[in-house]
């Protein structure tokens, strides 16, 4: 709920900018001065690790906790399977191992696969029309793009069961099943032996996809599948995008840690998130990294540090330091697809990096990097000169605000890790999104256009929680600039409408309301 605060009451100091002194030991957060740490944290075996594994370090593999869990109890039928254990669940689904239960009839059928349950039973409306699209995108991309280094989909399901709402109307595909997946194999803290040859796969993977004209947009260890035979597949294609020229538009939803810094500027509509190939390469490049060395590429103890190293990578204020445990064969490759800027990363295209990906897996030394590919590199980077220049003052300030016209699209759009304030209710209309604080709405660096004119309706606080590392949370804001006149607090993790009787003109993270 939105809590208002009496006027002229003190408030908890607000979260300084970046390049500021004052921020919470041990984050790095905004301080390119601070200490980094002697070593990037390596992924935990799970509670009562290896030990000297500091307790502090999340999981890097970019695991997913599962609020969309579903039960599905064990032996319950749908088409000609029986579903058996769980194998695993994330954000919007759960994946169940299952065994053909009657005699095929149609297309043949394995005896054993995976069912994905996409839940839509007891949602609201507005969630309702967001995972029947997540489902929609999924089935389509797996429909249309049948190659060897994507899981294999055989059909499509529906439940039809009154009787348990929970599950009644749930999307179920039932898909080629796998023996394991990359971040359970990363889970044990080991670097896998056969790590260069699995990511020769996925970058096959990518290069099938990209060539068949999809984004991924959500690759990770978790979405990497392991089969029978050791090979790998890519899998779980919620937030994948088709092409449509050089961009796609997904969901508003990323792994923070595989995310490149340019999506947390990318342009948010209301078909969602503008994405490019170029987010795949990076994620490839941060995956590559984990899976050689053990180590995130870029230093904190948290998502929302890393997210903040991420931040001065891309605008110049820090270099990119790669683990001295990375082979020398990888460092080119894994350099090139963590470059800071999507212009940057568009020559090396997955087609392009699969021939030196193979060669350093098979132990060789890559052949140099394409002349012609980096005469494209330094043309581009030439042609957007005048444009960064343009945007210097914006990007030297940490900030860049998320807007766009009015669209169908409501609190969804919010990026995760910003607050969110909307010129309609419930998340409608306009929206301005920040990372950070915002001084001065209109005059600022960081402006909100339709501020001026109308009070925001709405608002969300989409940032990270205590338990992500974050130590400024809940987000003030004021009726004037410099963080003056005091109106109200919204609580992290909190949407809500607002009376839209004030005018906003600045904000501030603060510790708590």
Same mark, same amino acid.
């Given at each position: ?221 978790? *979405? ?201 209710? *419930? ?87």
């Amino acid at each position: 709920m939105e809590h208002r605060l009496p006027r002229g009451q003190t408030a908890p100091q607000a979260r300084p900018r970046h390049g500021r002194s004052g921020t919470a030991p041990g984050r790095q957060e905004g301080d390119p001065g601070l200490p980094r740490p002697a070593l990037r944290p390596r992924p935990r075996a799970g509670p009562g690790g290896p030990p000297g594994r500091p307790d502090r370090y999340a999981p890097l593999t970019g695991r997913a906790g599962a609020p969309g869990a579903l039960t599905v109890p064990p032996g319950y039928r749908i088409g000609a399977w029986a579903v058996g254990h769980l194998l695993g669940a994330g954000a919007f689904g759960s994946v169940y191992a299952a065994r053909r239960a009657e005699p095929e009839q149609g297309p043949p059928l394995p005896a054993r696969a995976a069912l994905k349950f996409l839940p839509t039973g007891t949602r609201t409306p507005r969630q309702l029309r967001h995972l029947s699209e997540l489902a929609e995108r999924e089935t389509e991309v797996l429909r249309r793009v049948r190659t060897p280094r994507l899981i294999r989909l055989y059909e499509v399901l529906t439940v039809d069961d009154p009787g348990r709402p929970e599950l009644d109307g749930a999307t179920v595909l039932v898909l080629e099943e796998a023996a394991g997946s990359l971040d359970a194999l990363l889970a044990g803290g080991a670097v896998p032996q056969a790590g260069p040859a699995l990511l020769a796969q996925v970058c096959e993977g990518l290069d099938q996809l990209h060539g068949a004209g999809w984004v991924h947009g959500d690759l990770k260890p978790g *979405n990497v599948l392991l089969m029978a035979d050791g090979t790998a597949r890519l899998g779980d294609f919620n937030m994948a995008a088709e092409l449509e020229g050089t961009h796609a538009y997904s969901p508003a939803f990323a792994t923070p840690d595989y995310t490149p810094p340019d999506q947390f500027w990318a342009e948010v509509g209301e078909r969602g998130t503008k994405i490019r190939p170029t987010a795949d390469i990076w994620a490839f490049g941060v995956l590559a990294h984990v899976v050689l060395t053990g180590y995130l590429p870029l230093p904190g103890g948290t998502p929302a540090a890393r997210r903040d190293a991420a931040l001065r990578y891309a605008r110049g204020q820090e270099e990119l330091r790669l683990s001295a445990e990375l082979p020398e064969h990888w460092r080119d490759i894994v350099q090139d697809c963590l470059a800071r800027r999507h212009e940057d990363r568009a020559a090396y295209t997955a087609a392009a990096l699969l021939g030196r990906v193979r060669a350093a897996a098979a132990g060789r030394a890559p052949a140099p990097r394409d002349p012609s590919a980096s005469r494209r590199r330094r043309a581009l980077i030439a042609a957007g000169t005048a444009a960064l220049a343009g945007l210097g003052a914006v990007w030297g300030s940490g900030l860049l605000p998320l807007w766009h016209s009015a669209g169908e699209a409501g609190y969804e759009r919010c990026r995760r890790g910003a607050v969110c304030f909307f010129s309609e209710e *419930n998340g409608r209309g306009e929206m301005c999104s920040w990372v950070d604080g915002g001084a001065d709405w209109i005059n600022g660096p960081t402006p909100c256009p339709w501020s001026s004119r109308e009070a925001p309706r709405s608002v969300y606080n989409n940032g990270f929680d205590l338990t992500e590392g974050a130590s400024q949370v809940d987000v003030l804001y004021y009726g004037q600039p410099a963080r003056q006149e005091m109106l109200g607090c919204v609580k992290v993790g909190t949407r809500t409408n607002l009376s839209g009787t004030y005018r906003l003109r600045s904000h501030a993270w603060v510790p708590h309301c």
